[in-house]
């Protein structure tokens, strides 16, 4: 085999809860992960000449170390000595520094394929413990799916899946800065926090809709006021017949959950007439 391809899912956060700020700056946090069918393509073919060649779709993008895809390559390369080198072509469709953790799959992607590529015979869990050292989401990414993420990210445990629905996707074209968010995060004893294990509670009952009910976001507390747009969008697909519909990660994306596909198409063209340019995508969850 000289060639192989494979699809990076996005994620969404069904819940995101901060628990505290530690010594060392990292956050510890408590959050449900969840893939959607929104993927970024990787395809990496061997070279005869040695070292990583990165193309992608999107110009503005880094192609050398400063990609998380080029990293990743490199770690396993280095530790298993390879000879021959690797071609890299990264089309991306996952918007970027969205809260998608668009990075971190293809990081995590990358892995997978370096690993049957060059039949280095790394389980899954061996893969994980190496990406952790390039980000606390990529041992995630590997894993794919439902996830409980705690810790930093890192700790990872399966949870009962979210239950069947649509995804409606609603990103709006300005950036916000994950240092930004989580240095303005106020944790304190006024500080309502979500209630993950409900929402865990509602996915065992397969209760899509209490589970609807309880999808909260620490980081909008920070992230709405300095973008009231989130709000506006959120509550355009709540009036179009989203069940709920919550920022990811730390922005600016939102996602509307829904039980019917001609709602969610619908609320997709509420959302695209909305003052402000979004990207809208319609999709479902990638088991
Ligand atoms: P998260 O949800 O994990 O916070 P994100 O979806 O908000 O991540 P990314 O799309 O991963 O953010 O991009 C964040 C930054 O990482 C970008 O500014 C980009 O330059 C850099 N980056 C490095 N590698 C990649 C990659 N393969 N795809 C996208 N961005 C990358």
Excluded at 87 to 95: M, S, W
Excluded at 111 to 120: Q, S, V, W
Excluded at 226 to 240: L, V, W, Y
Aim: charged share 25%.
């Amino acid at each position: 085999m000289d060639s192989i391809w494979i699809n990076a899912p996005a994620k969404i956060n069904i819940g995101l809860d901060v628990l505290r700020r530690r010594e060392d700056g990292y956050h510890e946090v408590k959050m449900i992960m969840q893939s959607i069918r929104l993927f970024d393509r990787l395809t990496l073919t061997k070279t005869s000449e040695p070292g990583i060649q990165l193309h992608t779709n999107l110009r503005f993008l880094p192609v050398n170390e400063d990609n998380l895809v080029y990293r990743s390559a490199k770690l396993l390369m280095d530790e298993f000595g390879i000879q021959e080198g690797v071609d890299i072509r990264l089309d991306k469709r996952i918007p970027v520094a969205a809260g998608m953790a668009g990075g971190s799959t293809d990081a995590a992607s990358c892995m997978l394929a370096m690993n049957d590529l060059f039949e280095l015979g790394l389980s899954k869990r061996s893969l994980m413990k190496r990406g952790v050292t390039l980000g606390a989401d990529i041992p995630y990414c590997i894993l794919k799916g439902t996830a409980l993420s705690e810790g930093i990210g890192e700790k990872l445990s399966t949870i009962p899946e979210t239950p069947d629905c649509y995804v409606l996707i609603a990103k709006p074209s300005f950036h916000v800065s994950t240092k930004f968010v989580y240095t303005n995060l106020v944790l304190d004893e006024h500080t309502e926090h979500p209630d993950i294990d409900g929402m865990i509670q509602s996915m065992k009952k397969n209760d899509l809709t209490g589970l609807c009910q309880q999808m909260a976001n620490i980081l909008e507390t920070v992230t709405i006021p300095a973008h009231p747009e989130i709000a506006d969008i959120k509550r355009c697909m709540m009036e179009n017949g989203a069940l709920g519909s919550l920022m990811s990660g730390s922005g600016p994306t939102v996602f509307g959950i829904f039980d019917d596909l001609d709602k969610a198409a619908f609320a997709k063209e509420k959302c695209r007439s909305l003052p402000y340019k979004c990207f809208v995508f319609v999709t479902d969850l990638y088991r």
